[in-house]
């Protein structure tokens, strides 16, 4: 009983307000012609015309679409599912159901059609609750423009509720829109704005989400059961109320027949079939993306980026309103190789944890081609999903980054050349290796008499090796002696010349084992550092986004700012050395059948494990290991894919994955060479011998197999560090 009775109640509250709205708005309009001279009316006609008497048109919250290369849609965003049509691409019996069952006399009357007025009241006072309208759609419209352009929830609440006040400003503002309009201007705008249930706003949106089809090409029966909704979106929603929603589309079919609009043989020929719908959804935001990880890129970029809004919530404003379209550098096909290559070899749910992340871009353009982590987008507490994009730094996906381990002596190659080392040049590689006579930028001393660091395995130490040798087994003890000879600040300079930065925005950190790889960076700045050797020493930003059109045309997009950032010959030099990793060194047999390039790096107790490689026209960087934390997660006695290993080197799984990615992505592009190196670098000799022949057995690798060296593990607490800090190289 009590249930009844509150819906007698609201009722006879709606039938309250509905007859006073209308007596204060036929005594708006009579009075001031009945009794001119009367006191109350002129107070009460005053009252009327201080209100405002124009309507700002709302720019309507339009949906934003992230868009690969090759034009396919990546993502959508909106706060409000819409896609804003002109007049002429509604279909027009769409046009004539509309009118049909919700304002008849559109054609006929001005903002207010008293006539209709008295009709719905007499009706929804004989029928004991609201069962017709008396609002024009000239009102209707204004009731939604201002919901639209509510900037408070209480706005918007006032801008909706039921009302004589709400009527009386609705009247004042439809009768200012009717003098400036056309009937088929407010008509458009009308069917832009109006909701359509389920989430889809506007006709064209409506359109799609219900039948698959574009407001254009609506039918008879489609039509009718698009215009039946507006009324009352959750009562008559046909998805969710399909019962409902078919008689409400009979409805609107015996008003159309009734008005003559059609036949009664054509509504009853519609009537006898079901609704026929086709619920397309259209996803909010990057979790159901195909690129899940670039489309977050993206968005981010977007966010943070002043050029698409002063603040914040501007920026955020734009992309879920603003109808953007947003064209981006993904390749497809180069997106789905490097999915599909970390998924074979660490799969999303595998039960040791660990994750893998890539990235491509194309040298000499700084455009990301792909970027894939071997993960689902979702929640990190779930096995097999993740939030935070290991590919990229913490400003577009909130990773701290990863130890980049021996992937980083190509920065001290590289420093090594620049300053004229010739290839066959030799360094003694001690067995192991004190840190002292090291200086930053700054000029002071860094490193730790008190650390000895080594080979693991130690099966290369105590001999020599050429710049080339000692690339190609990745020696650290080498690597350490280089270093200390070109400068720590020269290597240094070297890697931030080539965009190299900590994945948290910060600078670097300078210390002896900067060339070992402890610095925590991503994989997107190793790809980019790494394509800069494939492009001949020319770096350019990464960029995602080539082009934003909005509303009113391009919007100004990033750019990759690209330049000579080391020699040609420099690197011509470094390409030359590092082909051989993929051929004799610690990557072998991980060619691609086309010249190629790249380096291994193994992290200090196997917490992590990269490749980076390239060739002239595409750069990858793999990184491999455990988003808990590689030291108290290493890669050790792990199941991945169809292996197991007791532990995981570069050249295991990350050289693997980069293989299967560089094949597939560059399937069909014609193979191009690299430049020779200068001759210069040849007058020691090639430098792919060693002191001496009975090295060879033991130049296999780092650790009895040809393996990349992991770096030592040289973490101390900080009160045996003074006076000089040894970095923690902790997770």
């Keep these: 009983m009590g249930r009844e009775s509150g819906r007698r109640s609201a009722r006879l509250k709606d039938l309250v307000i509905a007859g006073v709205a209308a007596g204060v708005l036929s005594a708006c309009l009579a009075l001031p012609v009945l009794l001119p001279t009367g006191l109350g009316v002129k107070a009460a006609n005053h009252a009327f015309e201080t209100l405002p008497g124009s309507l700002a048109t709302p720019a309507l919250p339009q949906r934003s679409v992230i868009l690969a ?188 027949a009734e008005l003559k609009v059609i036949t009664p043989q054509q509504a009853a020929e519609v009537k006898g079939r079901p609704l026929g719908l086709r619920i397309t959804a259209t996803p909010n935001g990057c979790v159901e993306s195909s690129a899940p990880f670039f489309c977050d890129y993206v968005q981010r970029e977007i966010l943070a980026n002043r050029a698409f809004g002063k603040t914040a919530q501007e920026r955020r404003f734009l992309l879920q309103r603003g109808g953007l379209q947003i064209r981006t550098t993904l390749e497809p096909r180069m997106q789905k190789a490097a999915q599909h290559a970390l998924n074979r070899y660490v799969p999303p749910d595998n039960k040791s944890g660990k994750a893998a992340a890539e990235v491509l871009i194309r040298p000499g353009t700084g455009e990301i081609t792909a970027m894939a982590l071997d993960r689902r987008m979702g929640d990190s507490t779930k096995r097999g999903t993740l939030w935070v994009n290991l590919a990229a730094d913490s400003d577009h996906g909130s990773s701290l980054g990863m130890q980049a381990g021996s992937t980083f002596k190509v920065f001290t190659l590289a420093a090594a050349l620049d300053k004229g080392m010739a290839f066959g040049h030799k360094l003694d590689a001690p067995k192991s290796f004190v840190p002292t006579g090291f200086r930053n930028c700054d000029g002071d001393r860094v490193g730790d008499s008190g650390v000895s660091l080594g080979n693991a395995g130690d099966g290369e130490g105590g001999k020599q090796f050429t710049l080339v040798t000692g690339t190609w087994h990745s020696v650290n003890t080498f690597f350490l002696e280089l270093e200390r000879k070109v400068g720590l600040c020269a290597t240094y300079k070297m890697a931030t010349r080539l965009g190299m930065r900590r994945a948290t925005g910060q600078k670097l950190e300078q210390y002896p084992s900067f060339t070992l790889g402890f610095n925590t960076v991503s994989p997107l700045r190793l790809a980019a550092a790494y394509a800069a050797f494939a492009a001949r020493g020319r770096y350019c930003r990464p960029i995602a986004i080539t082009s934003v059109m909005g509303p009113t045309g391009f919007l100004p997009v990033p750019r990759a700012k690209c330049h000579q950032a080391i020699d040609e010959g420099v690197a011509d030099a470094v390409s030359h050395i590092l082909r051989g990793v993929l051929t004799k060194g610690t990557a072998k047999g991980n060619e691609l059948g086309r010249p190629a390039a790249g380096k291994t790096g193994t992290v200090d107790n196997f917490s992590a494990a990269w490749f980076a490689g390239y060739t002239p026209d595409l750069a990858s960087a793999v990184w491999v290991g455990d988003p808990r934390g590689g030291y108290k997660h290493p890669l050790r006695d792990v199941c991945l894919g169809e292996a197991c290993y007791a532990q995981v080197y570069g050249a295991d799984v990350p050289a693997p994955i980069w293989r299967a990615t560089m094949e597939a992505a560059l399937k069909g592009v014609p193979a191009h060479d690299f430049a020779g190196p200068p001759g210069e670098y040849f007058r020691e000799g090639d430098g792919e011998k060693e002191e001496d022949d009975k090295a060879k057995d033991k130049a296999a690798g780092a650790d009895q197999g040809g393996k990349d060296l992991p770096e030592p593990n040289s973490r101390l607490p900080w009160f045996f560090d003074p006076p000089f800090v040894w970095p923690w190289k902790g997770d």
């Design 69 to 256: 290369a090759d034009g396919s849609r990546l993502a959508t965003f909106y706060y409000e599912n819409r896609v804003e049509v002109p007049l002429a691409q509604v279909a027009p019996i769409m046009r004539q159901a509309i009118i049909a069952i919700e304002d008849s006399r559109f054609y006929r009357h001005g903002a207010l059609d008293a006539k209709s007025i008295l009709r719905a009241l007499f009706a929804n006072l004989s029928a004991g609750t609201v069962v017709e309208g008396g609002s024009t759609l000239s009102q209707q419209y204004v009731k939604n423009a201002l919901a639209e352009t509510a900037t408070t929830t209480t706005a918007r609440r006032e801008a909706l509720e039921p009302t004589a006040v709400r009527k009386l400003r609705e009247l004042r503002l439809a009768i200012g829109l009717e003098k400036h309009l056309t009937k088929e201007q407010i008509l458009e705008r009308y069917l832009n704005i109006a909701y359509f249930g389920d989430g889809a706003y506007g006709v064209e949106a409506a359109a799609r989400h219900y039948f698959g089809v574009h407001a254009v090409d609506l039918s008879l029966a489609q039509a009718a059961t698009l215009a039946g909704i507006v009324r009352a979106p959750q009562t008559y929603d046909p998805n969710l109320h399909p019962v409902r929603g078919r008689t409400r589309r009979d409805t609107v079919l015996d008003r159309m």
